[in-house]
Each structure stands twice: as C-alpha cells, then as structure tokens.
C-alpha cells in the first residue's frame, strides 16, 4: 500500500473579507452636531419634512443615555471622534451598472457578491435581486427592472424618498419610534442609507431580495435604515449580508430595520452578519448595535427573522415581531457564535397583541474562546390575546472551559387563555462525538464544524437555499482556533 | 499487513496493555477474545488513536506505515476502521450527510476526486440495500433514536461505505438478540475480501459463530496470552478465560 498524501491540513483561514477598498471617499467632517445632520440630509437632497424628523431625533438623542442592562462590556463610545457620512466619490450618480465604479465592482466581486444581471428566463429560480451599500450610499441595486414589471419597488432608500415619499413617509419610523432607544433615536438623526421595498397587494416577489452591506472607509459608522412593506396577501423572502475590513480600532454600526406585513402578507427576512470580529486578543472589531422589528399589522399575517450571527466584536440586537393582527405569527431563528473575545447579547421580543397569534423562538448560542453569548428574550401576551401561543427553545453549547453562555428569558402573561412554553439547555462538545468523526475520517476542525452545524440545523434549515451553505462554511470558520 | 509489536499504554498514568504483540495478514480475520478488564477496548482505542491513551513502548505499523505517529482521522485515511461498542449519537447531522462527509473527506485524503451529490447518493442507496438496510435511515440524524441493532448495522453500512483495510470490531455483539447479530455478521462477512484484514473483538464465542476467524488470540493482563485456531474459542467458552489461561501456562 502506497503511503497516502497527508490530509490537506485545515488551513485556517482567517476573515477573508477584511480588505480594503482604495478608492477616494468623500466623508462628512468628522463629529456630530446638528450641523452633520443637516449636513447628510442636504447630501441626500432630502425634503424639510425628513430633515425636520432628524432634527427631532437628534435632539431627542441628545437627553438619552447608552443603554446598560446589556450583558456586553466595551468603553464608553466617542461619538465625536469619529465619521458620519462616507460615500465614494464619482460624479454623478450611477444611472446604470455600467456608470458603477470598476474598483466597486470588483470590491463586490471580491465578496462574491453578484452585481451583473443573469439573463431570467421564466420560471429559473436562484436569481437574487441585489441592493448594494457601500459606507453611506447605495452603489447599484440589480433587477430593478424585472421587479418593476411586477409593480415591486426594490431600490435604496434614499431613492424611494424622492420617488415614493407617500409609502416612505406613511411607514418610516412606525415600526421603530426614535424614542425606542438610544441606537434607534441616533439612527434616525443620522441614517445614511437603506433599501426599501413594497411589496404590491397579491403579488408573490419571484426572487430573493437582498441587500449587502460593506463598511470600508476607517473611523465611519454605518447607520442603515431598511423599510419593507408588504401589502395585502403578498409575500417576499429577503437576506442581509455584511461585511467590513479588517481595523485596529472598533466600529460602530447602528441599523434600523422595519417591516410592515399586511393582512395575510407574509416577510422572510435572513441575515447572515460577518462583521469584522476583531483579532484574538479581541483588539479591532464592529460594534453592531442593531434594532430590528417586525409589524404584523394585518389579519393573519407572517413574520420570520432568522439569523446567523457569527461578526461582530460586540453584537446588541433583538429582531422582534409585534403580533397585532388577528392570527399574526411571528417566528424567530437564530445562531449565534462568539469565539475569542466576541460579546453578543441578543435574543427577541414576541409581542402578542391580536387573538390567536403564534409565535416560534429557537435559539442556538455557540460560545468558544473567552466569548460572552447571551439569550435574552421577551414573550408578552397583551389582554387581548386571547388564545395565543408562544413556543421557545433555547439551546447553549460552550467550546473550552473560559467562555460562559447566559440566559435572560422574560414572559409576561395577561391573558389567562394563552400558552407560553419555554424549554432550554446547555452542552458542552464531548470528546465522544469528536472522537467518533475524526475515526471517520474528519480533522478535530471539520468535526467541530459537522458537530455545531449539526446543532443549528433547525435554524439553518430556514434559511434559503443560497444562503445556507455559505452559512455552514460561515460556522466552521469562526470556530478556528476554538479546538486542538 | 498490521503489525504490533510489543505495545504499552497506559491512561491517567495506569499501563493497561504490558507488551501487547501481534501479526494480522492480509485478508485475514482474528478474533482477539479476554475477560472484562484485560485491555480489549483499550487495544481498539489506541490502535484508532483516541485521546487520553499515552503509548508508552511498542510499535504499531499498518502496511509499513508508522500508524502511532498519525492523528486519528489520517489513520482513517489510511484505512483504519472502528466499528463502535457503543455508537455515537450526532444530533442534527443525518446519516447522509456524515457518510457523505466522511467519504469525501477520506479520499481528498487519499488524493481521489470528492463524489458529488448524485454519485454520493446513488452510492450510498447502493450500500444501504446491500446490507438490507433500510434507505430511509439514511435521513434520520447519525444513531439519534436508532435502536441496539439499527445502530450496530448503521457502523457496518459507513464500513461498507469506507472501503477500509483494517476493520476493528469492538464488542460488536453487545446489546444485540440473535436476530440482530446474525444481520451485523452477515454484512460484516460480506466485507470480508483479500485486502481487507478484521480484527474482531468480543468477550463471547456467539459471535465467531457467525464471523468465523482465522486465528483467535487471548487477552489477559494486558498482553496476547495465548493463540490458536477457532477451535480455541470453543475451548474458552467451555472452560472459561481462568482455566483456559492456566492451560496455556502448564
């Protein structure tokens, strides 16, 4: 027997996607003031209206305080040190994919991001329309065309405000109130871009939406702002991607995510979060300091967050779902890794409001490293949620003996006929398991990576196809290092 | 073909095997039988390669190669197999997909091309129906839910998938009825071929009713005590390990 070629070692691969982009930024002067925010919407060409609720928020802003309750640990943030706007410089707004930058272009290419258009033909599935965030502005958004055809409105947000301000301004904020917290009052002083989408009543959206977001200029924060409404008995499955360079010096990223579901309309909404994590020693890194929620306003309508969170030096974030519609349902899908020094608090709320409404929560938190992973999590039944349920499942698994996972389950019930279940674990990777794939063949790496992917299966299987095994490779990077 | 030649290990600083040696050929079945606590499983272990057991003397080599100087899944790659006393349930991972895993990870090893999808899975019906092997098992999570048997057949189906030169069955009898073991042994017999070399061990004679050895070995105090032909496993299962061993010593 001839001596076998040594198994190609698992070449850690470290964040691939930490490049930069050398390309000439246009950035606002640094610092916030009420001077950058009349500063960005002047940029954006923005009516008085909407400067007049940046104004609003700014100052609103300005009397909150950092939230604390958070299980997250991190300096207190300059917020003057630092940019607000930043928008690669061209000449006049790209009117079409060949006007685009060729360094963007290949900055997206380098993503693995598609901005060309295939050919459709009827029927094909696997296209994905792309909306595509660059620091602050939007550099080209795909199928637009396509999509109009169906009455659907996929661009960005500072392009729906000049050209559908009705829809804009009937749901912007509704969902997320600046007041909600202090992220979403400075996300809406100083929110850069976005995507927007309308989904016509009984129109079924024949492609995967997405939007990829791309920090690259140092020192900036992102502050995304993403609307989707979905109007009467339509339906639209939409995925979020992001990613940022590698940086000594943390980043702040502060989004706000509404969705709006009509009477019977269905959202999907997938993120797949890859910001910079920072280095082992846990120095550099995205602070993602996200809100996110879902309005089921309308009778039996659907709502569904999935997520796979594996970036971030800090992650604070809770996709939620308010249930007020009659037999609205809202679900909830996560996995969550955090290895070396990541922090991540993050969880939901399943605010249940109508009669009849469901809700679904599955968690799974990996934590390896000297990572934090928190839970945390809201389920409450209004008085007139008669007859509403809630089914949670929270699941921990640790990696190593420095890392900790926590749980911070709250539920409120004030309707004596509603049903609130709630079951959780936590695990440790054993040496069985490990062992028994490696006598299979499987290096101490791809067996951890099987064995966590085995775990999150339940979430993994809601997410689209596209996405699902760019999420398992996802999962097996981030625990390098995490064995051996 | 697997070569082992004066072996000790120990775990948690206990020597468990004092000196093992023993030569298995080519396309041979031996049976490597003991009393509860001689250092059977141990032998599996370090042979396989599982944390915890330190060698300390000996040498064990697989076709020439150094098999002690391998991590565990280069020594799957290089055609080791254990077959489980106890299989390991992987929850969210389903047969499928592990076998499919596994394999591929197994011949980039060995330099061959990965099988895709449709090769993956025609191969692995094929595999399932030959040892008459339900295909559904295939989608339920690897041995979550499986029962004694199912699990035991579920070790000789990734066997069969594998290809592997040396086979090393630990205790594959245990937990099964006689229904059960006579399925496992009728897949493992027909797995036996000319480059593939078994080495079955078992505290009971029941088994090599079914998978009949070429040599049976004794192992007791951590070292091969005794050797023979199968009629010796008769002679153990008569008399017991205590008198058999006294035999071996007048």
Redesign the interface.
Known sequence: ?Q??????AFTPEPYKYGFVTPIDTETAPKGLSEATVRYISAKKGEPDWLLAQRLKAFALWQTMETPSWGKVAFPPIDYQDAYYYAAPKKKAAPQSLEDVDPELLKTYEKLGIPLKEQAILAGVEGAVAVDAVFDSVSVATTYKKALEEKGILFCSLTEAIHNHPDLVKKYLGSVVPPSDNYYAALNAAVFTEGSFVYIPKGVRCPMELSTYFRINAANTGQFERTLIVADDDSYVSYLEGCTAPKRDENQLHAAVVELVALDRAEIKYATVQNWYPGDENGVGGIYNFVTKRGLCKGASSKISWTQVETGSAITWKYPSCVLQGDYSSGAFYSVAITNHHQQADTGTKMIHIGRGTRSTIISKGISAGHAQNTYRGLVRMARTAHGARNKTQCDSLLIGDQCGAHTFPVIVSRDPTARVEHEATTSRV????L??????????E??MA??V??????VMKELPMEFAVEAQKLIGISLEGSVG | MLEIKNLSAAIDGKEILKGLSLSLPKGQVHAIMGPNGAGKSTLSYVL?????YTVTGGSVT????DLLAM????????????A?QY???????TTMN?LK???N??R????EKALDVMQMLKLLRAKAKAIGMDEDMLKR?VNVGFSGGEKKRCEVL?MAV?EP?LCILDETDSGLDIDALRIVADGVNALRDANRSMLVITHYQRLLDYIKPDRVHVLAGGRIERSGGPELALELEEKGYGQASAGAQA
Request: glycine share 10%.
């Open positions: 027997m001596q076998p070629p040594s198994p190609a054993s040496e069985d398991r062992f028994y794939c490696q006598q299979r063949g499987l290096s101490l791809e067996a099987l064995i992917n085995g775990f999150c299966r339940e | 396989a390669g599982r944390a915890g697989l076709n020439g190669q991590a565990p899944h280069e020594r799957a790659a290089a055609g080791v197999f254990l489980f299989p390991v349930e992987i929850p969210g991972v592990f895993t596994a394999l990870a197994v980039a090893a060995r330099g999570p990734q594998l030169r």
